[in-house]
T-cell receptor, first 115, second 111 residues
Protein backbone atom coordinates (compact mmCIF):
# COMPACT_ATOMS: atom_id res chain seq x y z
CA UNK A 1 0.00 0.00 0.00
CA UNK A 2 1.27 3.47 -0.83
CA UNK A 3 0.25 4.89 2.51
CA UNK A 4 -1.55 8.18 2.99
CA UNK A 5 -0.96 10.46 0.02
CA UNK A 6 -1.04 14.23 0.30
CA UNK A 7 -0.72 16.85 -2.39
CA UNK A 8 0.84 19.21 -2.95
CA UNK A 9 3.89 18.67 -0.74
CA UNK A 10 4.67 22.37 -0.77
CA UNK A 11 2.40 25.32 -1.48
CA UNK A 12 3.35 28.97 -1.57
CA UNK A 13 0.56 31.45 -2.07
CA UNK A 14 -0.24 35.07 -1.51
CA UNK A 15 -2.51 36.35 1.19
CA UNK A 16 -6.12 36.35 0.10
CA UNK A 17 -5.80 33.44 -2.30
CA UNK A 18 -7.73 30.19 -1.99
CA UNK A 19 -5.70 27.13 -1.03
CA UNK A 20 -6.82 23.53 -1.42
CA UNK A 21 -4.96 20.66 0.20
CA UNK A 22 -5.69 17.11 -0.84
CA UNK A 23 -5.52 13.76 0.86
CA UNK A 24 -5.99 10.16 -0.21
CA UNK A 25 -6.33 7.82 2.79
CA UNK A 26 -5.19 4.24 2.93
CA UNK A 27 -7.66 1.99 1.18
CA UNK A 28 -10.06 0.36 3.64
CA UNK A 29 -9.59 2.98 6.34
CA UNK A 30 -12.85 4.49 7.52
CA UNK A 31 -11.54 7.44 9.49
CA UNK A 32 -9.63 10.47 8.26
CA UNK A 33 -8.03 13.21 10.32
CA UNK A 34 -6.64 16.64 9.39
CA UNK A 35 -3.94 18.12 11.64
CA UNK A 36 -2.01 21.36 11.60
CA UNK A 37 1.53 21.65 12.95
CA UNK A 38 3.15 24.96 13.90
CA UNK A 39 6.04 25.91 16.11
CA UNK A 40 3.79 27.91 18.39
CA UNK A 41 0.88 25.52 18.80
CA UNK A 42 2.38 22.13 18.03
CA UNK A 43 0.19 19.47 16.43
CA UNK A 44 -3.53 20.26 16.52
CA UNK A 45 -6.46 18.22 15.31
CA UNK A 46 -8.60 20.32 12.97
CA UNK A 47 -11.34 17.90 11.96
CA UNK A 48 -11.99 14.22 11.56
CA UNK A 49 -14.34 12.15 9.44
CA UNK A 50 -15.79 8.71 9.95
CA UNK A 51 -17.31 6.96 6.94
CA UNK A 52 -17.01 10.24 5.02
CA UNK A 53 -19.06 12.16 7.58
CA UNK A 54 -17.50 15.00 9.59
CA UNK A 55 -17.69 14.00 13.23
CA UNK A 56 -15.82 16.73 15.07
CA UNK A 57 -14.75 20.01 13.52
CA UNK A 58 -14.20 21.87 16.77
CA UNK A 59 -10.54 22.33 15.93
CA UNK A 60 -11.19 24.24 12.73
CA UNK A 61 -9.88 27.69 13.55
CA UNK A 62 -12.27 29.89 11.58
CA UNK A 63 -14.93 29.93 8.90
CA UNK A 64 -12.16 30.45 6.37
CA UNK A 65 -11.34 26.77 6.82
CA UNK A 66 -13.53 24.04 5.37
CA UNK A 67 -13.06 20.33 4.80
CA UNK A 68 -14.90 17.80 2.70
CA UNK A 69 -14.78 14.09 2.10
CA UNK A 70 -16.89 13.34 -0.97
CA UNK A 71 -15.93 9.66 -0.98
CA UNK A 72 -13.89 7.13 0.94
CA UNK A 73 -10.74 7.76 -1.06
CA UNK A 74 -10.48 11.55 -1.12
CA UNK A 75 -10.61 14.54 1.18
CA UNK A 76 -9.85 18.23 0.82
CA UNK A 77 -9.02 21.00 3.24
CA UNK A 78 -9.69 24.44 1.86
CA UNK A 79 -8.64 27.83 3.16
CA UNK A 80 -10.38 30.84 1.66
CA UNK A 81 -9.08 33.49 1.92
CA UNK A 82 -5.64 32.49 3.16
CA UNK A 83 -3.67 34.59 5.65
CA UNK A 84 0.03 34.56 6.64
CA UNK A 85 -0.86 33.04 10.03
CA UNK A 86 -2.15 29.97 8.21
CA UNK A 87 1.43 29.08 7.30
CA UNK A 88 2.05 25.64 8.76
CA UNK A 89 2.46 21.98 7.89
CA UNK A 90 -0.87 20.27 7.38
CA UNK A 91 -1.04 16.53 7.92
CA UNK A 92 -3.68 14.07 6.91
CA UNK A 93 -3.96 10.75 8.75
CA UNK A 94 -6.21 7.75 8.36
CA UNK A 95 -7.15 4.77 10.49
CA UNK A 96 -9.46 1.78 10.43
CA UNK A 97 -11.81 3.44 12.91
CA UNK A 98 -12.05 6.66 14.93
CA UNK A 99 -11.25 4.75 18.09
CA UNK A 100 -7.79 5.94 19.11
CA UNK A 101 -6.78 2.36 19.83
CA UNK A 102 -6.46 1.99 16.07
CA UNK A 103 -3.19 3.36 14.75
CA UNK A 104 -3.36 6.58 12.82
CA UNK A 105 -1.16 6.53 9.70
CA UNK A 106 0.14 9.94 8.76
CA UNK A 107 0.86 11.33 5.33
CA UNK A 108 4.05 13.28 4.61
CA UNK A 109 2.30 16.62 5.07
CA UNK A 110 1.81 19.75 3.00
CA UNK A 111 3.99 22.70 3.91
CA UNK A 112 1.92 25.84 3.32
CA UNK A 113 3.50 29.27 3.15
CA UNK A 114 1.24 32.30 2.83
CA UNK A 115 3.06 35.52 1.99
CA UNK B 1 -8.70 19.07 30.95
CA UNK B 2 -6.75 16.60 28.89
CA UNK B 3 -3.15 17.55 28.26
CA UNK B 4 0.28 16.16 27.58
CA UNK B 5 3.52 17.71 28.79
CA UNK B 6 6.93 16.93 27.40
CA UNK B 7 9.29 18.90 29.64
CA UNK B 8 12.33 18.66 27.40
CA UNK B 9 12.27 20.63 24.14
CA UNK B 10 15.72 19.51 23.02
CA UNK B 11 17.92 16.62 24.13
CA UNK B 12 21.38 15.74 22.87
CA UNK B 13 22.96 12.37 23.50
CA UNK B 14 26.03 10.57 22.24
CA UNK B 15 25.64 7.60 19.96
CA UNK B 16 25.53 4.43 22.05
CA UNK B 17 24.30 6.22 25.16
CA UNK B 18 21.00 5.45 26.79
CA UNK B 19 17.97 7.68 26.29
CA UNK B 20 14.93 8.62 28.30
CA UNK B 21 12.31 11.08 27.04
CA UNK B 22 9.80 12.29 29.57
CA UNK B 23 6.06 12.53 29.15
CA UNK B 24 3.41 13.50 31.70
CA UNK B 25 -0.28 13.50 31.00
CA UNK B 26 -3.50 14.73 32.49
CA UNK B 27 -6.58 12.67 31.73
CA UNK B 28 -9.80 12.00 33.56
CA UNK B 29 -10.02 8.29 32.89
CA UNK B 30 -7.68 5.46 32.04
CA UNK B 31 -5.75 6.86 29.12
CA UNK B 32 -4.55 5.36 25.91
CA UNK B 33 -0.92 6.48 25.54
CA UNK B 34 1.27 6.69 22.49
CA UNK B 35 4.72 7.69 21.33
CA UNK B 36 5.24 8.86 17.76
CA UNK B 37 8.44 9.76 15.93
CA UNK B 38 8.77 12.35 13.18
CA UNK B 39 11.84 12.40 10.97
CA UNK B 40 12.63 15.64 9.10
CA UNK B 41 10.18 16.27 6.29
CA UNK B 42 8.14 13.20 7.17
CA UNK B 43 4.85 12.44 8.79
CA UNK B 44 4.52 10.84 12.21
CA UNK B 45 5.14 7.14 12.74
CA UNK B 46 3.83 5.18 15.71
CA UNK B 47 6.60 3.79 17.95
CA UNK B 48 4.46 2.13 20.61
CA UNK B 49 1.20 2.34 22.48
CA UNK B 50 -0.29 1.45 25.85
CA UNK B 51 -3.91 0.58 26.47
CA UNK B 52 -3.91 -1.75 29.47
CA UNK B 53 -2.08 -4.67 31.03
CA UNK B 54 1.68 -4.83 31.34
CA UNK B 55 2.91 -1.33 32.11
CA UNK B 56 6.16 -1.84 30.21
CA UNK B 57 5.51 -1.84 26.49
CA UNK B 58 7.90 -2.64 23.69
CA UNK B 59 7.85 -0.82 20.39
CA UNK B 60 9.64 -0.67 17.10
CA UNK B 61 13.28 0.32 16.62
CA UNK B 62 14.27 -0.94 20.07
CA UNK B 63 12.18 1.58 22.03
CA UNK B 64 10.19 0.84 25.15
CA UNK B 65 8.01 2.91 27.46
CA UNK B 66 6.73 2.47 30.98
CA UNK B 67 3.32 3.60 32.19
CA UNK B 68 3.33 4.82 35.79
CA UNK B 69 -0.16 5.71 36.91
CA UNK B 70 0.97 7.17 40.25
CA UNK B 71 3.21 9.64 38.43
CA UNK B 72 0.94 10.20 35.41
CA UNK B 73 3.96 9.46 33.27
CA UNK B 74 4.76 7.47 30.15
CA UNK B 75 8.48 7.88 29.57
CA UNK B 76 10.18 6.56 26.46
CA UNK B 77 13.50 4.74 26.73
CA UNK B 78 16.15 3.19 24.55
CA UNK B 79 19.26 1.48 25.97
CA UNK B 80 21.61 2.46 23.14
CA UNK B 81 20.89 5.30 20.73
CA UNK B 82 21.84 5.14 17.05
CA UNK B 83 22.55 8.18 14.87
CA UNK B 84 19.41 7.35 12.87
CA UNK B 85 17.29 7.98 15.98
CA UNK B 86 17.78 11.73 15.58
CA UNK B 87 14.22 13.02 15.11
CA UNK B 88 11.37 14.64 16.96
CA UNK B 89 9.38 12.52 19.39
CA UNK B 90 5.79 13.14 20.36
CA UNK B 91 3.87 11.71 23.26
CA UNK B 92 0.10 11.57 22.86
CA UNK B 93 -2.91 10.69 24.98
CA UNK B 94 -6.18 9.49 23.51
CA UNK B 95 -9.68 8.77 24.54
CA UNK B 96 -12.29 7.20 22.31
CA UNK B 97 -11.38 9.12 19.22
CA UNK B 98 -9.13 12.15 19.62
CA UNK B 99 -5.40 12.18 20.15
CA UNK B 100 -3.85 15.05 22.06
CA UNK B 101 -0.17 15.53 21.35
CA UNK B 102 2.60 16.98 23.45
CA UNK B 103 4.83 19.73 22.07
CA UNK B 104 7.53 17.25 21.14
CA UNK B 105 11.15 16.62 22.09
CA UNK B 106 13.81 17.08 19.46
CA UNK B 107 16.60 14.52 19.80
CA UNK B 108 20.08 15.18 18.46
CA UNK B 109 22.67 12.40 18.41
CA UNK B 110 26.39 13.14 18.53
CA UNK B 111 28.76 10.65 16.85
Amino acid sequence: DAGVIQSPRHEVTEMGQEVTLRCKPISGHNSLFWYRQTMMRGLELLIYFNNNVPIDDSGMPEDRFSAKMPNASFSTLKIQPSEPRDSAVYFCASSLAPDSRYEQYFGPGTRLTVT
Amino acid sequence: AQSVTQPDIHITVSEGASLELRCNYSYGATPYLFWYVQSPGQGLQLLLKYFSGDTLVQGIKGFEAEFKRSQSSFNLRKPSVHWSDAAEYFCAVGGYNKLIFGAGTRLAVHP
